[in-house]
């Protein structure tokens, strides 16, 4: 709960490059979903990368492996990347939230994906900010509503503005160089193999895809 867990700010160290941030985040206690995951699921790729790829939560392989987008969804991120002209390998993927938040039933059941709630979002945002200013990428995608309005805020719908190059949403006393940056809201990938007509889901998701791919021209 807000009032009860501190953020992850304290366990992000200053000047910190990729691997020491992956490394201070396996100790992260900043929110309560740290009590029951297996394991911190930091971001992986490319140091380099020119575009980032922001994720909701790790799901139940990620968690278990301790790499993001290594489940079904990573192997449609990967296909879609592929046909959208984006290498996986110049990319960064990574995750607003970096514990696994399940609901389960009982001892060895299966862990059933549950929604991180907004403190949730708030409390591990120090980490995402970390890596993007290690990384300053030229364009950074959000997968889905979590990841969206963990940059925007409450009131962006990615209904309304996927598949748009849109300014990164910085602030007065950011530079101009990241302010000229821009984000490409998406669905997730777990929403394209849930969706009644996967065909059209799936080329809807290139489609938007093809948006950062152009952007990175």
């Not at 953020?7 to 929110?31: E, K």
């Not at 309560?32 to 394991?39: K, V, Y």
């Not at 669905?187 to 969706?195: D, G, I, N, Q, T």
Request: proline content about 7%.
């Amino acid at each position: 709960m807000p009032g009860e867990q501190p953020g992850a700010q304290g366990w992000v160290p200053s000047g910190a490059d990729l691997d020491d941030l992956r490394r201070a985040a396996t100790s992260c206690q900043g929110c309560d979903l740290h009590e029951n995951a297996t394991q911190t699921v930091f971001g992986d790729g490319s140091p380099t990368a020119r575009v980032v790829f922001v994720g909701e939560q790790p799901g139940d392989q990620e968690d278990l492996q301790g790499l993001p987008f290594v489940g079904p969804a990573g192997r449609l991120l990967d296909q879609t990347l592929q046909e959208a002209g984006i290498a996986r390998a110049e990319a960064y993927v990574t995750n607003a939230v970096k514990h696994f938040r399940f609901r389960q039933s009982g001892p060895g059941k299966r862990r059933i994906h549950a929604t991180p709630d907004t403190w949730h979002v708030t409390a591990c945002r120090p980490w995402l900010d970390a890596e993007l200013a290690v990384l300053d990428p030229e364009v950074v995608v959000t997968l889905g509503a979590t990841a969206s309005k963990a940059l925007f805020g409450p009131s962006f719908r990615v209904t309304r503005q996927r598949g748009m190059l849109i300014p990164w949403p910085g602030h007065e006393d950011e530079d101009a160089a990241r302010q000229a940056r821009y984000v490409v809201a998406t669905v997730h990938p777990s929403a394209v193999l849930r969706a009644d007509d996967r065909d059209a889901a799936h080329k809807g998701l290139v489609s938007d895809l093809r948006v950062a791919a152009e952007a990175l021209t």
